[in-house]
């Protein structure tokens, strides 16, 4: 473990001013939440590219998103082969255990889980099958959406169509587990697509009844 470093100095001073003069105002919000523990309501499944801030698009404090993200931000099938299932256990504890009312799925422009899925696909992304990779498996997950682009010819609305597709794809997934299936048909929980141009930040919401992206 002498490998493990102290934090880089500018994340430490920024810490510290937060803590100085942000921190004084939420102190009860914070110990509310130590003590009682955490009651999101929505639970918002998204990708880790760092652009993708989902706490500052939606104005949200401490306790009131439960967020899960990942490469892509991909729902994989429902699987149940006893192994490591990240996403799953994330779904199953908001869903089950936190019993969020809203569950959603973010896509964002310019997504580089995406490009490396399109890149698969057209056999020029030799760095993601290499058998040692971890993301060439997952992002195998987005193939069936890249079958459902095919009929989009022009290759700079390629990735915005698989970004899209990529959110439809896993809010199908979604319903492939049955206890977040039973909470919808219960009216328990909703599901909801959402897309982010990241460049001016406007969002795109998915429209199940057209199976189209409209603005919000």
């Excluded at 599901?191 to 990241?198: E, K, P």
Aim: net charge negative.
């Amino acid at each position: 473990m002498h490998r493990v470093k102290s934090l880089p100095e500018d994340l430490l001073l920024r810490y510290r001013d937060w803590k100085e003069h942000r921190f004084p105002s939420d102190r009860d919000l914070f110990r509310k939440l130590a003590i009682e523990g955490q009651n999101p309501d929505t639970m918002v499944i998204a990708c880790c590219d760092s652009r993708v801030g989902v706490n500052t698009i939606f104005g949200q404090r401490a306790g009131e998103l439960f967020v899960h993200r990942n490469i892509a931000n991909l729902v994989p099938p429902y699987v149940q082969d006893g192994r490591y299932q990240a996403t799953a256990a994330a779904i199953e504890f908001a869903v089950l255990h936190l019993q969020v009312a809203h569950l959603v799925v973010m896509g964002h422009s310019g997504c580089g889980g995406v490009r490396g899925c399109l890149e698969m696909c057209q056999g020029t992304g030799d760095v993601f099958t290499r058998p040692d990779s971890f993301m060439g498996p997952w992002l195998d997950l987005l193939r069936p959406a890249h079958d459902r682009i095919v009929g989009v010819t022009d290759p700079a609305a390629l990735p915005t169509a698989m970004e899209k597709e990529a959110v439809q794809l896993s809010l199908e997934n979604l319903m492939g587990y049955p206890f977040v299936a039973e909470a919808v048909d219960a009216d328990r929980l909703t599901l909801h697509g959402l897309w982010v141009d990241l460049a001016e930040m406007e969002m795109e919401a998915f429209d199940g009844r057209i199976r189209h992206f409209v603005p919000s």
